[in-house]
């Protein structure tokens, strides 16, 4: 402040808040907080009056009771027994779950296709035009109930798959089972000598850091340019194989048995029977995988019954419970048993490989084993992505655009191949460009993503803000935490993205 | 001038205070209107037609209302709700009354704030499958995929079956009867699950019906009825019974048919005289006419004859009186006297 703002001897009077240029706008923000949090607590006073007329008070402990409602995707524990918080987390989970799935492939989608409309290539240029104004001028909520429609009409239902001359079959070796209810895909299982292989894959990602960081320092302080593209999937790719195939070897060695308090019997012919209605502790471990498929090719009916551990399934067998108990499980050969459980003679298992795949297999109304992404998942997911990519498409075109062609031209002039120049002049500078409008794209699809109820995807304002909404009643509580989550989702993805543009954007020296 | 806004503020805030406190009656006859919650189509019991006119066991029952309180049928806006959307359209006001084969519930009932006014289908929960299936009980159900309506009881009683009885099953979450229908016709779904009187319903719009059954088990009570928001008692009142009135008249014999001669003057029954306004004024006491409850009956006729013209045994539903006969004739039906 320069002296002559000093003001003048004589004290302050109440009129200079609005004639004195020094004060006239701090007195005007002030009354305009006053106004709005007069407001904003007149409309709390309201809702929380018309709400106690009602005889609706607000609360939150319609949380802690029970929800009483089954949802079909879980990524945690949950069942109808489970509280309505719990509810609320699990379409939390799910809500997350395709907002970043959707993430990844709307941007790889919109890149590729912002990318692409720059092409010389008249034909694939028009055709991605075509491909941003068919997606962005429709609302995506179409766009996910035509997704759904598609995928319930034309995909075969599970029982078509069925009998001798089914209408359906199985996709890849028999791995993938693709219904109207969704996409059924092998689940991995483990067995011996998987800790070594993923240690070894680790190290490898971490060698391939390193690699990348010798690569550049050698290229900066030599000119040498490494071929590291294909050394890094080298790199990748070798040793866990390497170790992968050597525990496969070591692996023929090692046998598992089926014990419990029943056992499979070894007939005459060679053929394997057991009693009727057997249920099997699944442990979901590569010898486990090698019983269920020893038991279905002999055609014996069981029950798989989900069991974390060994200690887990002998607390089952002796259960008793009809519900949560089983019969028989499956160890490695020499694995000292408590009394009373018996080995099935005869029958021996191979462990398996690091890895094994668990398919689809077929048994009643539906595929079991595998893992399911289910047609809400999959059309929710798709949608969403497809129509974002429309709008980073557009993005990314306007951020290679807004590199002037000079740089193009000059980095050509000093001998650049193309790809270099796309990677090392033009993507750095049309990246700052990007990112920022970027972040609004992944914002619209999370916020999007609430439109899942459409298709019958259980996100939170499925789980939340609709059933337990409906069931309780209570419409200001839920909406007001469905609010707060979403809000905070935002907040936590600008913030990443922008910590990444504060990297990627311009430094001035 | 300031001043003067700040007043016409004031007037203006408690006018609108002043007309939420108005009672509901008042405010469908300034309106010259009655906004009833129905479904968002299913046939027998509300769905529009090619020419937007909605009909059905529901529709006939706001349509009565209509007649009584504003003396014509026709005055209703009919507002379409689902499962889910249904009690939020009620307490917010949106909707007068709900007739939306809703089941009367404790905690609908006392937690959430409504008035159930009575029953007018006594329904339970079922299991359609495809016959192909060749599935006889519910209880083989193991691992099947049911279609189930959010926002219901049919979806917490759902869960409590499939759980008491051991066995799994992958809930598909659907909002409409158009979508679960959908679903369930492209083999989405193995089962559709909801009220009997909606799997009926919902079936006899199937190309081939006969292609599906309905299972022998059925899992729970769902007295279906029409409802009203707490705290109008006067309102409550009229709803619960125009739904009487029409019980009643089948029960006394008085029909679509023959009501203008009944109520022309006197005859020697004196309920029946009460009914339709010759002797007494019940509707006095209601704050209507007394002709009101003839209006009612003569909208659309009483009871059986609503039943028979939309879900009965002559219709494409096919749905027989059972329950929801006369309790004269071995069924529930019974209302308080009309005295
Ligand atoms: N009675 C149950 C279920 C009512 C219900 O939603 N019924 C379905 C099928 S019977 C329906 O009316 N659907 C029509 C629509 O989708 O709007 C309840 O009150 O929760």
Redesign the interface.
């Known amino acids: 402040m320069s002296a002559t703002a000093e003001p003048e001897k004589g004290g302050f009077r109440l009129s200079q808040l609005i004639y004195d240029t020094r004060y006239r706008s701090m007195t005007i923000q002030i009354i305009a907080l006053i106004g709005f949090l007069l407001s904003v607590g007149w409309l709390i006073r309201n809702a929380g009056q018309n709400l106690a007329e009602?005889?609706?008070p607000l609360g939150f402990g319609f949380l802690t009771e029970q929800a009483?409602?089954?949802?079909?995707q879980r990524l945690i524990e949950y069942?109808?027994?489970m509280t309505h918080g719990r509810a609320a987390v699990i379409g939390l989970l799910n809500t997350l779950l395709v907002a970043f799935l959707g993430c990844i492939t709307a941007t790889v989608i919109g890149v590729s296709i912002g990318v692409l409309r720059l092409s010389k290539n008249w034909i694939v240029s028009r055709l991605m035009t075509l491909y941003i104004e068919m997606f962005r001028n429709v609302p995506v909520l179409l766009w996910i109930i035509i997704t759904m429609?598609i995928f319930?009409?034309v995909f075969p239902?599970p029982?078509?798959f069925r009998g001798e001359d089914a209408i359906a079959t199985m996709k890849l070796f028999d791995s993938i089972a693709i219904t109207?209810?969704g996409i059924l895909i092998p689940a991995l299982a483990y067995g011996p000598g998987i800790v070594l292989v993923f240690i070894t894959f680790v190290l490898s990602l971490i060698g391939i850091v390193f690699f990348r960081r010798y690569a550049k320092k050698l290229q900066e302080e030599t000119g040498k340019i490494l071929p590291s593209g294909l050394i890094s999937t080298g790199i990748f790719f070798v040793p866990t194989l390497v170790v992968f195939f050597a525990a496969t070897m070591i692996n023929l060695n090692k046998e598992h048995v089926v014990f419990g308090a029943k056992t499979l019997t070894l007939n005459a012919d060679n053929s394997i029977s057991a009693d009727s209605g057997i249920r099997f502790c699944d442990t979901g471990g590569a010898g486990n995988v090698n019983a269920k498929n020893l038991m279905r090719a002999n055609g014996i009916k069981f029950k798989s019954v989900p069991s974390y551990d060994l200690a887990d399934s002998l607390t089952r067998m002796s259960s008793g419970n009809?519900?949560t108990g089983c019969d028989i499980a499956t160890v490695p050969s020499g694995t000292a048993l408590p009394e009373g459980l018996f080995v099935s003679e005869g029958i021996s298992l191979y462990s398996g490989r690091p890895i094994e795949l668990e398919k689809p297999y077929l048994?009643?109304?539906?595929f079991?084993d595998g893992v399911l992404m289910r047609?809400?998942l999959i059309a929710l997911w798709f949608a969403l992505s497809l129509y974002t990519a429309a709008f980073i498409a557009e993005t990314v075109r306007s951020g290679i655009q807004a590199v002037s062609k000079g740089q193009t031209e000059a980095a050509g002039a000093l001998g650049l191949r193309p790809g270099r120049i796309t990677s090392l002049v033009v993507l750095p500078q049309a990246l700052r460009v990007i990112i920022p409008p970027m972040i609004s794209q992944y914002l619209n699809l999370t916020k999007n993503s609430s439109l899942a109820?459409?298709v019958?995807y259980?996100d939170i304002t499925?789980t939340l803000g609709?059933?337990t909404l409906?069931?309780?009643?209570r419409?200001m509580e839920s909406l007001i935490i469905l609010m707060a989550i979403y809000l905070a989702i935002s907040l936590t993805i600008s913030t990443i993205m922008n910590q990444y543009n504060e990297r990627v954007k311009l430094r001035e020296r | 001038m300031k001043k003067s806004v700040f007043i016409g503020t004031l007037a203006a805030v408690s006018v609108t205070a002043g007309m939420a406190a108005a009672s509901t009656l008042d405010d469908v006859k300034a309106a010259g209107e009655l906004k009833c919650g129905v479904s968002t189509g299913l046939v027998g019991f509300a769905a529009a037609d090619a020419n937007g006119v909605y009909h059905g066991f529901d529709v006939a029952v706001c349509r009565a209302v209509a007649a009584a309180v504003l003396g014509d049928g026709d005055k209703v806006k009919f507002v379409p709700t689902t499962g889910k959307t249904r009690f939020t359209a009620l307490a917010s006001g949106e909707v007068d009354m709900l007739a939306r084969n809703t089941t009367w519930t404790f905690s609908r009932d006392v937690d959430l704030k409504f008035e159930f006014i009575g029953v007018n289908y006594y329904d339970g929960q079922g299991f359609m499958v495809p016959k192909a299936l060749g599935v006889a009980s519910a209880k083989d159900l193991d691992g099947a995929t049911v279609c189930i309506q959010t926002g219901t009881t049919t979806e917490l009683n759902l869960a409590d079956y499939f759980r008491s009885n051991n066995i799994s099953y992958e809930p598909v979450p659907i909002e409409t009867n158009a979508e679960g229908q959908a679903q369930y016709l492209s083999g989405a779904c193995d089962v559709y699950t909801t009220d009997a009187s909606g799997l009926a319903a919902t079936r006899a719009t199937f190309e081939k019906p006969d292609d599906h059954v309905v299972l022998p088990e059925i899992i729970s009570k769902e007295p279906l009825g029409p409802l009203v928001r707490h705290g109008d008692n006067q309102w409550g009142d009229i709803i619960r019974w125009t739904l009487n009135a029409l019980i009643t008249a089948e029960e006394l014999g008085v029909t679509s048919a023959n009501i203008d001669k009944m109520s022309m003057e006197a005859g020697n029954n004196p309920e029946i005289n009460r009914l339709l306004g010759t002797e007494g004024d019940l509707g006095g006491m209601l704050g209507l006419d007394k002709e009101w409850a003839k209006r009612a009956v003569a909208q659309s006729g009483n009871y059986g004859e609503i039943f028979d013209s939309n879900i009965g045994e002559g219709s494409p539903v096919g749905i027989a009186r059972g329950l929801n006969a006369s309790w004269t004739d071995g069924g529930l039906l019974y209302t308080p006297p009309f005295r």
């Open positions: 009602l005889g609706k009483g409602y089954d949802i079909n069942n109808s027994q429609a319930i009409e239902q029982r078509d109207n209810r009809t519900r048994s009643g109304f539906n079991t047609n809400s109820i459409a019958g259980m499925g609709g059933i409906n069931q309780t009643g419409e």
